[in-house]
């Protein structure tokens, strides 16, 4: 499939409805619905749909016996194999003002959410501390962590725990592959990809002195936009989105454009049309970076309200459990193995489903253990949840733990 920028006119209200996860959830339901008439490339089996719930919850209770979930967020991942990372953490920003420490958490949670994409399958990072090897999204969590506490990222050696943007547009492909461990018999899929990626966020943070700052601009100077656009403290998780995909939006490769505004993870489906209506948004990443952020804004006092207006996200592992569950099914066996680009009709309806069936999946765990949409929302399902119910059958289904199909990634997508 072909690679170009797919560009459409419309206005602001265009942009809006486009960045909005209202409209994630919408589009997802629109295919979820072809799904169940019959035309797309899967099939919908919901006689299956209290049976994965009842899988999920099982993981979720043996994951947190006493249910005490924090939301889904890659904090989580820095602790990888039961070794608490976050603990090493705030020991070593316990000399940094509240301030401080905030921006810093901020640079470090973006930076790591933004090398989490598919690693593939050979990749492997060995952790000198615990002298243990991961690999996937958590191996990427402990080797963003440590280059982040070994300064790469900043300008200032005597102060190494922040992300500059000018640290960011110089950045090597040397540097990076050292700190992910690249050799030749340890490749990591899409490095060339999440160079560019830095290399993009970068300009995007030099560009928006109102979000990131005008003297050495940095991600943690979010704080004080944040801080300054809502003096009362109280913010919606919607309005954390937004601020995310205004100030970095124009990181993403193309995929498709409104009046030449970028509108990142977001797709044409040709069965839907030509026009606006035929864009299929996901918001991954700008997703994963927002539910990331609500533990460091809280820490600085904000409240952030309305958490269930997120999504689930279009990912490999809450995507593998509708796959490996049998929730759906490919009707033509042989698209597992055929490599798939992530804007092909496929993957789109892949990822739609999965979205409009983590909502299913989450209201039946929310009953199964007894709880309230509100005491219980879908950050806490995901993070519960589903993520690792897909990574345990995927683990039981292919050696290598991989996800059912195969994508053809550069770093950014998933």
């Known amino acids: 499939m072909s690679n170009s920028i797919h560009s459409f006119s419309g206005d602001i209200h265009d942009i809006e409805y486009v960045f909005s996860p209202l409209t994630v959830r919408k589009k997802?339901?629109?295919?979820?619905?072809?799904?169940?008439?019959?035309?797309?490339?899967?099939?919908?089996?919901?006689?299956?749909?209290?049976?994965?719930?009842?899988f999920v919850t099982s993981v979720t209770l043996e994951n947190y016996p006493t249910l005490n979930i924090?939301?889904?967020?890659?904090?989580?991942?820095?602790?990888?194999?039961?070794?608490?990372?976050?603990?090493?953490?705030?020991?070593?920003?316990?000399?940094?003002?509240?301030?401080?420490?905030?921006?810093?958490?901020?640079?470090?949670?973006?930076?790591?959410?933004?090398?989490?994409?598919?690693?593939?399958?050979?990749?492997?990072?060995?952790?000198?501390?615990?002298?243990?090897?991961?690999?996937?999204?958590?191996?990427?969590?402990?080797?963003?962590?440590?280059?982040?506490?070994?300064?790469?990222?900043?300008?200032?050696?005597?102060?190494?725990?922040?992300?500059?943007?000018e640290k960011l547009k110089t950045l090597k492909l040397d540097e990076l592959s050292a700190g992910f461990q690249v050799t030749e018999k340890n490749m990591l899929i899409g490095l060339e990809g999440r160079l560019k990626l830095l290399h993009n966020l970068g300009e995007a943070l030099a560009k928006d002195s109102e979000i990131f700052g005008l003297e050495q601009p940095r991600i943690?100077?979010?704080?004080?936009?944040?801080?300054?656009?809502?003096?009362?403290?109280?913010?919606?998780?919607?309005?954390?989105?937004?601020?995310?995909?205004?100030?970095?939006?124009?990181?993403?490769?193309?995929?498709?454009?409104?009046?030449?505004?970028?509108?990142?993870?977001?797709w044409p489906y040709a069965p839907m049309g030509d026009s606006i209506q035929s864009l299929i948004p996901f918001h991954k990443l700008s997703q994963w970076l927002a539910y990331s952020l609500f533990e460091p804004l809280t820490e600085a006092g904000f409240t952030i309200s309305h958490i269930d207006s997120l999504t689930g996200l279009a990912e490999y592992r809450n995507g593998g459990l509708i796959l490996d569950s049998g929730l759906v099914s490919l009707k033509n066996k042989q698209n597992f193995e055929?490599?798939?680009?992530?804007?092909?009709?496929?993957?789109?309806?892949?990822?739609?489903?999965?979205?409009?069936?983590?909502?299913?999946?989450?209201?039946?765990?929310?009953?199964?253990?007894?709880?309230?949409?509100?005491?219980?929302?879908?950050?806490r399902v995901l993070e519960g949840g589903t993520w690792w119910a897909g990574r345990h059958i995927a683990a039981k289904l292919r050696k290598d733990g991989s996800p059912p199909l195969k994508i053809e990634s550069d770093g950014t997508v998933f």
């Open 28 to 54: 997802a339901q629109e295919i979820l619905n072809l799904a169940l008439s019959g035309d797309t490339d899967f099939l919908v089996h919901t006689e299956k749909l209290e049976e994965v719930s009842k």
């Open 70 to 165: 924090p939301f889904h967020s890659r904090w989580n991942h820095f602790n990888a194999g039961n070794i608490n990372r976050l603990d090493e953490l705030k020991s070593v920003l316990s000399t940094l003002t509240i301030v401080q420490r905030v921006k810093a958490k901020l640079d470090l949670v973006i930076l790591s959410v933004l090398m989490d994409a598919g690693a593939g399958s050979r990749w492997r990072y060995f952790d000198k501390n615990s002298q243990k090897e991961y690999s996937r999204s958590e191996g990427l969590a402990v080797a963003s962590l440590q280059m982040f506490l070994s300064g790469v990222f900043s300008l200032q050696k005597e102060n190494p725990y922040q992300v500059h943007a």
């Open 220 to 266: 943690g100077n979010m704080l004080d936009f944040f801080q300054e656009k809502f003096p009362t403290a109280h913010i919606s998780a919607s309005q954390i989105l937004r601020t995310i995909q205004q100030g970095l939006g124009a990181i993403w490769p193309g995929r498709a454009t409104i009046n030449m505004v970028n509108l990142g993870d977001v």
């Open 338 to 379: 055929t490599i798939h680009h992530p804007g092909s009709p496929l993957v789109i309806e892949w990822r739609a489903l999965t979205i409009a069936l983590l909502d299913e999946i989450g209201k039946k765990v929310t009953e199964q253990l007894g709880k309230t949409p509100s005491d219980f929302p879908l950050a």
